[in-house]
């Protein structure tokens, strides 16, 4: 079965189970849901970046800061939206790639995240931008709640469910996607969440670095080359004592 189908089909289940009340649906942002370039399928190098949260992800016809081409479909700016609109999720992958990792948000592009994506995108030997690519990015919790942080904004059994919901989407995608690596910028903090969402997974020490700064990851769902460190906002706040360098250090093993 072709991959886009399969994640589609992972969407679609995604999108009719009920973990969530009402309440609860109209407070999550529209799901992240991701488009696999052709690159993808012909490189052997296939890295897999994994960020914290979705943060302002939705899409509308009359809104620039959100919608880079003439959105035909309804607006969805939420998780309701999302499971009423018939074509939801042929919206939202077409989103994913014309959002093509904030290259129309110049703010955004500027950012230490897609700093850091495009840091490896290069590392690998691709041009920085573009969608065509074997560098992929998606995020640990499939949307925030209220415009922020899950375990900030969210109580216990909202981020239970949140945590069950994206384990399991996060744990097929990579399944699906078969990266050659991943790395995690999501710092110690999610860690949690980290190992509910892969059961049984272990963070190992790299080299001499406190494990709360980098870690491999050793999990039955990963690569061997699996990374957790900090946010790259944190990594260049603390570019002095060498934390931006990590970026290099896991690009070296790949």
Not at 117 to 128: A, L, M, N, P
Not at 229 to 247: C, E, M, S, V
């Amino acid at each position: 079965m072709d991959k886009q189908i399969e994640l589609n089909n992972l969407y679609a289940n995604l999108k009719h189970k009920n973990l969530f009340n009402d309440d609860l649906c109209e407070r999550l942002s529209a799901p992240l849901l991701l488009k696999i370039p052709d690159k993808w399928y012909a490189s052997k190098k296939r890295v897999l970046v994994v960020g914290q949260e979705t943060l302002g992800w939705e899409f509308k016809k009359n809104d620039d800061e959100y919608c880079y081409y003439a959105w035909p479909y309804d607006d969805i700016s939420n998780f309701s939206q999302f499971k009423m609109i018939d074509n939801s999720i042929q919206a939202l992958v077409e989103g994913y790639q014309k959002f093509e990792f904030a290259k129309y948000q110049p703010k955004n592009h500027r950012s230490p995240f897609w700093r850091a994506y495009r840091q490896i995108r290069t590392y690998t030997g691709e041009d920085s931008d573009g969608f065509n690519t074997s560098v992929l990015w998606t995020n640990l919790f499939r949307m925030s709640i209220d415009g922020g942080s899950v375990y900030k904004n969210g109580n216990p059994q909202e981020i239970e469910s949140m945590v069950t919901l994206s384990g399991s989407v996060l744990r097929n995608e990579i399944q699906i996607l078969n990266p050659s690596a991943i790395i995690f910028f999501i710092g110690p903090n999610y860690d949690e969440y980290l190992q509910s969402m892969l059961p049984g997974s272990d963070l190992i020490t790299v080299k001499n670095h406190d494990s709360r700064a980098l870690a491999k990851i050793k999990a039955a769902e990963l690569p061997q080359e699996s990374f957790r460190t900090y946010h790259p906002a944190y990594l260049q706040r603390k570019t002095n004592d060498g934390y931006w360098r990590f970026i290099d250090e896991m690009c070296g093993e790949f």
